[in-house]
């Protein structure tokens, strides 16, 4: 079958057309080979048709214009040459460019997402017109997969907008929208999508009259008017900037910068050359490769229904009662409020239970633009909450989710009462981070209509909730649970049931070994670099503090119950709790805190506390700090897959990565194990053997190595 054209050309006027995609077969436009080369054809026919005032660009996709580039074909292409790619480059960049070379006026009608790829086809438009709603959002995210724009946009742009905001977007990576785009000077007007049509059309002939599209089309063409000292103070402070912000892990911010500092002076032909030899040296290497991993691994989560082999239809929410108004039980009713889900939330503390409200209040209320609570918006949020200590009001609720003490005594008992307050169809689910959800649901009458629902602390940052099925969970309930955490903006993992679900389990090991390595003589901030220079967000012993380490200790004992033969009680993190030091909860843990930035000192008060477990203090270097770290939490992960924990190796990856920092630029735990290949993590392991069995190869890892195979081939 011959495929569908993904374009459209009309003529609204006699001499205005309009060129129309429209990808029948996907919900988004991308830019592929094949796209390209339909426009290419659209330009020839426009070109000799001869006698036309103008262009408009559109999308057949309301509330989204082009999502940029198809990422699959730049997948495939990652081991082509520093020539090809610059062939690539120069191919898209001069089919963009000739809409800049027209005998008539061009113009993008841009309503909603454009992004990447389509951003550089509309800045070779003489104008930009942008929708004014929430979804019309505009920018170059390429840097988050390791790259930047190469066809023509990052030199484009600064011609338009300025160096500056240029260097802003393009490093940065964010999005604007259609009132910053105009205050930019990137779009001339954002009107209503309805209209924006027609606007084109009127700018079409306003520009037509005025011949400013002219001035402006000579003016882009040649080079920036910057002197060298601003263009030096501009590329210090940059650098500097983006320097803090990568940490050096991310090399095409600062590959972007030069390339755009470097060419202000040229005229936009050889601007563009630049750009597309900056492009190439960057393109394919094994950071980009990761990068572009971890969107696939979005995207497949995105797909993800959490069940297979059945098509469910998830039940509808609208309304969610929250138990529990602590730190958890407020993240979570504020996420709910947000997306426009009412909620009913109780306490057992009726002083707990007010300063959970302020607080939901205070955060649902929060305005960017003011920078606190906006008393209007609290108004309108404010019915969307109902504070109760009555379990008969759970009764219109869909979802009640469970956020109280980490106590399974206390928890089944609550469950017990409000169970028979609940509608027949609704859900209940807890939030726990370690109680096994089968051990929960023993005494409930309808253990299928139970799940763990598990967000991550602070629930507004943190993308992660974990859906956990118990033995008797329900496929329906499942992909509710799963529809659910979307809903709210989150990527949810489907789990199955056992001692510390995913994340958790993964990340006890490494914490662990932080602390042993530090009772063996590495010191903390030896052991503090070694994580951060692998790219972790905060060293183990800083985690430590901001977990907490009474909590540390809870965790650690349920991993022991589980796991004698390979997890190690800590005497250690037992003694700093009897000695009062919790962590940043209590002012002192690891470090000592004394400022209100909560920023960790070494404290000598530390030292009488840890003498006594001191071994023979052992000498090592970062690469064997680092070993030491990451080896538990790979083994552990092999584990996690032999006992089906999860039903990818992509999900342990997206987990890790969503819920504890693990660093993208290495595409997650799984794939940069693939990345060094099991053969070598075997000879890795083989000194450090000798720590027990926390530190030998799986039967997974073992043939693997033997085999070849990948974690990504399971």
């Not at 050309?9 to 796209?35: C, M, R, W, Y």
């Not at 006026?105 to 550089?120: N, P, R, S």
């Not at 492009?279 to 490769?289: D, K, L, N, Q, Y």
């Not at 959970?356 to 606190?372: A, L, P, T």
Request: negative net charge.
């Amino acid at each position: 079958m011959a495929d569908r054209p993904i374009t459209r050309l009309s003529f609204v006027e006699d001499d205005i057309a309009v060129l129309t995609l429209d990808d029948p077969d996907k919900g988004v436009n991308v830019l592929s080979q094949h796209v390209l080369d339909e426009l290419a054809a659209r330009f020839d026919e426009l070109e000799k048709r001869g006698g036309l005032a103008g262009l408009v660009i559109r999308s057949g996709k309301p509330g989204s214009f082009i999502a940029g580039a198809d990422l699959r074909e730049f997948a495939a292409a990652t081991d082509v040459t520093h020539e090809d790619v610059v062939a690539l480059c120069t191919r898209g960049r001069k089919l963009f460019q000739r809409l800049s070379q027209c005998d008539f006026v061009t113009v993008a009608a841009i309503d909603g997402l454009c992004v990447g790829g389509g951003a550089e086809l509309t800045l070779w438009c003489d104008r930009r017109l942008m929708s004014d709603d929430d979804k019309a959002k505009y920018g170059f995210p390429e840097v988050k997969i390791g790259l930047f724009p190469g066809w023509g946009g990052a030199s484009r742009t600064q011609r338009i907008v300025g160096l500056s905001n240029a260097v802003e977007m393009v490093t940065a990576g964010e999005l604007i929208d259609g009132r910053e785009a105009v205050e930019m000077g990137l779009a001339t007007d954002a009107v209503p999508a309805e209209r924006i049509e027609q606007a084109a059309i009127d700018l079409i002939r306003d520009e037509q009259r005025s011949g400013a599209y002219l001035r402006d089309r000579e003016r882009w063409a040649g080079p920036l008017d910057i002197n060298e000292t601003e263009l030096g103070f501009l590329g210090a402070t940059a650098s500097a900037f983006i320097q803090q912000q990568t940490k050096g892990h991310y090399p095409a911010p600062l590959a972007a910068l030069e390339v755009m500092l470097g060419s202000a002076g040229l005229d936009i032909d050889a601007a563009c050359e630049m750009e597309a030899d900056g492009m190439a040296g960057v393109f394919g290497t094994p950071i980009s490769r990761a990068l572009i991993n971890v969107f696939f691994l979005t995207d497949r989560n995105k797909k993800d229904t959490g069940v297979e082999g059945r098509d469910i239809t998830p039940a509808k929410i609208s309304s969610v009662g929250v138990l529990g108004a602590g730190i958890m039980g407020a993240g979570i009713a504020s996420a709910n409020m947000r997306r426009g889900i009412r909620v009913t939330m109780t306490d057992a503390s009726q002083e707990a239970l007010a300063a959970g409200v302020r607080g939901i209040m205070e955060e649902v209320s929060y305005n960017k633009q003011i920078k606190g609570p906006d008393v209007k918006r609290a108004v309108e949020m404010a019915p969307m909450l109902n504070a109760t200590g009555a379990y008969e009001e759970f009764a219109g609720c869909d979802v009640v989710i469970e956020a109280i003490v980490e106590n399974p005594q206390i928890k089944t008992q609550v469950y017990a009462q409000l169970e028979s307050h609940l509608r027949d169809d609704a859900i209940l689910a807890s939030n726990t981070s370690t109680i096994p959800i089968t051990q929960l649901a023993a005494e409930l009458n309808h253990p299928e209509r139970f799940c763990g629902i598990h967000f991550f602390n602070p629930v507004r940052k943190m993308p992660l909730v974990e859906v956990i099925r118990g033995e008797q969970t329900s496929d329906e309930t499942i992909a509710t649970a799963v529809a659910y955490a979307k809903r709210l903006g989150k990527s949810p993992i489907v789990v199955n049931d056992g001692p510390g679900f995913l994340v958790n389990r993964l990340l006890l090991p490494y914490m662990a070994e932080a602390a042993e390595l530090f009772l063996d003589g590495a010191p903390i901030r030896h052991i503090e670099k070694a994580a951060k220079a692998f790219g972790m967000p905060m060293g183990p012993i800083t985690l430590y503090d901001v977990v907490g380490l009474d909590t540390a200790v809870y965790a650690g004992k349920v991993m022991y119950e589980a796991f004698p033969d390979r997890v190690v009680p800590s005497m250690l993190l037992e003694n700093l709790v009897k000695a009062g030091r919790l962590g940043q909860k209590s002012g002192a843990g690891f470090f000592v805190y004394k400022d209100k930035n909560k920023r960790g000192q070494p404290d000598p008060e530390l030292d009488p506390i840890v003498a006594p477990l001191l071994r023979e203090p052992q000498k090592f270097t970062i690469e064997q700090i680092t070993t030491r770290l990451f080896m538990p939490m790979l083994l552990e992960a092999t584990r996690v897959l032999e006992e089906k924990i999860v039903r990818d190796a992509r999900d342990v990856d997206l987990g890790l990565i969503f819920g504890i920092g693990f660093p993208p630029f290495k595409g997650g735990l799984m794939a940069w194990a693939d990345s060094l290949g099991a053969k070598q993590i075997v000879e890795q392991l083989k000194p450090i053997e000798v720590l027990g069995e926390r530190m030998r190869p799986t039967p997974m890892l073992l043939e693997m190595a033997a085999s070849g195979k990948k974690f990504y081939d399971l």
